[in-house]
C-alpha cells in the first residue's frame, strides 16, 4: 500500500499479491521465432498502456478481466512463455504456458478527481502499474504486467506493460480487443491471431538496396547528450482548428498533407530550435511507417508482430530552423515514400547483416500516431474508455526524450485535436512552449493569459 498523486491529487493504492494467469486451456510447448523486425535492439523495452473505465453495471470487473485474459491466452499462448536469445542475438518465444502477471488492487479516489486532463505524464503511475522485482527485463520474464485498480465510484483503471519485442501497439490492441471480447462472453475472438514472423525475415543472404540514415552511426555532441538529463514532461493539445490553419498557410502543393504529416514537420521544427543544436548539425526525423499492406501480398489480417519500419527525413539544424515548415513537411513526405516493399526487405537485411541494431536516436525524433490503432476502442462490458494511450513518454527501459505519441482527443470546450506528450530538458521545454505557441498561433493576436493554452499536463 502506497500513497499517489496526481499533481496535488493524493490517494492510496493497496494492491493484492500478484499472480500468474495462465492459457484456460492446454496450449503447445514449443519455440516460435521472433521476426528480424521484432528483435532489433531499439524495440527492446517495455511499453506501458493505461486506460480510464467509467463506472459500469457491475461492481467488481476483475473476475471478467481475469477470465478474459485466460481464454485470450489460448489464442494468444505465445504471450504466456518466456523469451530466450539465441546466436547471433536471435530472440525467440519458449511457449511454456507460464502465464502473464495479474494484479487486483484499490484506490481510494474517483475517476472523477483526477480532473479532465487525463494525460501523460501520470506522476501516479507506478502506483497504477507496480513493477514487480524481476519482472521487467526483456529476456526470460513475463511478458505482459496488467494491473487493475478499481475506484471508489465504480470505475477502474487498467494498466498494462508489454514487451515491445513481442508486438507493436496494433498487435497489443487487437489481443486487449480479444480479452475485452471474450470476457464479454464471446465463445472465439472476432481477429484471430497470426504468427507467421517468418514473413518479415530477411532474404538468405541479406541484401541491402537502400541507405537507412534511421541506423546512422551518429556521434553525440553538444546539446545532444542522451539521455537527457533534467528532464521536463508536458502534454501539449493541438486543435484540429490549428491545424487546419497550418495547412492553409502552406503552398497550394501541400495542402492535401495529412493531419499527422503537419503536426510532425511542425514539432520536428519547434523541437530542433529548442535544442538548439550546431547549425551544421545533422537532424533526423524517424516516421514510424505500418508495413501491414506494403508487401505484396499484404501481411495476413490478424498479425500481431511489430510490423513497422523507420524511414528517416534528414537534414542540418540551421536549415530546419530557417526555412518555413513547407520545408520540413517535404522531406517527411519524400521519407515516407521510400517505405515501399523493397525498403522494407531492405531494413530486414541491414538488421540482420549489422547484428540488430538500435535506430538512430542521437538528435532524432520519432513519433507514432495511435488514431488508425484505436485503443480508445477496447471494451471489458464498461464502456469505453474516457482515456486510452500511453502512461509515460516513451517506455520503460526506452532512450528519454526521442519518442512521442499523436493521442486523439476532445477537450472541455468541445475542441477535436490531438494530445502530443514531450519530453525533453526543462530549459529545451521552455524553449518549446514559446515557439510551438508562436507556430501555431502564427500572425493571430494572441492573448498574454493564454501563454499556456496548449498545455494540458505537465511534470
Known amino acids: 500500500m502506497a500513497p499517489g498523486n496526481r499533481g496535488g491529487l493524493i490517494f492510496t493504492v493497496t494492491r493484492s499479491e500478484h499472480e500468474l494467469i495462465r492459457p484456460s486451456e492446454p496450449t503447445p510447448r514449443e519455440y516460435k521465432r521472433l521476426s528480424d523486425v521484432d528483435d532489433q535492439e531499439g524495440l527492446r523495452f517495455q511499453l506501458p498502456l493505461i486506460q480510464f473505465y467509467p463506472h459500469g453495471t457491475i461492481r467488481d470487473p476483475a473476475p471478467f478481466v481475469r477470465e478474459g485474459l485466460a481464454k485470450a491466452l489460448v489464442y494468444y499462448y505465445p504471450f504466456a512463455g518466456r523469451l530466450r536469445e539465441l546466436l547471433g542475438r536471435k530472440l525467440v518465444v519458449d511457449c511454456t504456458g507460464e502465464g502473464v502477471i495479474f494484479i487486483e488492487a484499490d484506490a481510494d479516489v474517483t475517476l472523477e478527481e483526477f480532473s479532465d486532463a487525463l494525460q501523460p505524464p501520470f506522476p501516479c503511475f507506478d502506483e497504477l502499474l507496480f513493477d514487480v522485482p524481476g519482472s521487467s527485463d526483456i529476456l526470460d520474464t513475463p511478458l505482459l504486467l496488467i494491473q487493475l485498480t478499481r475506484l471508489n465510484c465504480g470505475g477502474f483503471i487498467l494498466a498494462v506493460r508489454m514487451n515491445h519485442a513481442m508486438c507493436d501497439a496494433q498487435g497489443l490492441v487487437q489481443f486487449l480487443t480479444a480479452v475485452g471480447e471474450l470476457a464479454r462472453g464471446a465463445s472465439v475472438p472476432s481477429i484471430l491471431p497470426v504468427w507467421r514472423r517468418e514473413l518479415l525475415e530477411a532474404r538468405i543472404p541479406p541484401q541491402v538496396t537502400y541507405t537507412h540514415h534511421e541506423y546512422d552511426d551518429v556521434p553525440d555532441t553538444r546539446g545532444t547528450t542522451l539521455p537527457f538529463t533534467d528532464l521536463s514532461h508536458r502534454s501539449f493539445f493541438i486543435p484540429s482548428s490549428e491545424i487546419a490553419d497550418l495547412r492553409r498557410s502552406l503552398p497550394v502543393h501541400l495542402h492535401g498533407c495529412t493531419a499527422f504529416d503537419i503536426v510532425t514537420a511542425c514539432l520536428w521544427r519547434c523541437r530542433t530550435i529548442a535544442l538548439d543544436p550546431d547549425p551544421e548539425e545533422e537532424m533526423r526525423m524517424l516516421c514510424i511507417v505500418n508495413c501491414r499492406n506494403k508487401l505484396n501480398p499484404p501481411l495476413p489480417k490478424g498479425y500481431y508482430g511489430n510490423a513497422i519500419v ?3 527525413a534528414i537534414t542540418t539544424a540551421g536549415k530546419l530552423s530557417t526555412n ?6 517535404d522531406l517527411i513526405k519524400k521519407a515516407k515514400a521510400c517505405a515501399t516493399e523493397e525498403y522494407v526487405k531492405s531494413v530486414l537485411d541491414l538488421l540482420v547483416a549489422r547484428g540488430r541494431p538500435h535506430f538512430t536516436v542521437v538528435r532524432s525524433f520519432i513519433v507514432s500516431d495511435l488514431a488508425k490503432v484505436r485503443p480508445g476502442d477496447i471494451d471489458f462490458g464498461w464502456r469505453k474508455p474516457i482515456y486510452s494511450g500511453p502512461a509515460i513518454i516513451g517506455g520503460i527501459g526506452a532512450i528519454p526524450g526521442t519518442l512521442s505519441f499523436y493521442i486523439p482527443y476532445k ?8 494530445v502530443v506528450p514531450m519530453c525533453l530538458p526543462t530549459a529545451a521545454m521552455d524553449r ?5 505557441n508562436a507556430a501555431l498561433e502564427g500572425d493571430k493576436k494572441k492573448d498574454p493569459a493564454d501563454k499556456y493554452k496548449y498545455v494540458v499536463s505537465r511534470l
Open 411 to 418: 477537450n472541455g470546450k468541445g475542441e477535436e485535436g490531438m
Open 310 to 312: 523507420f524511414p528517416a
Open 432 to 436: 518549446f512552449e514559446g515557439e510551438l
Open 324 to 329: 518555413p515548415l513547407a520545408y520540413a513537411l
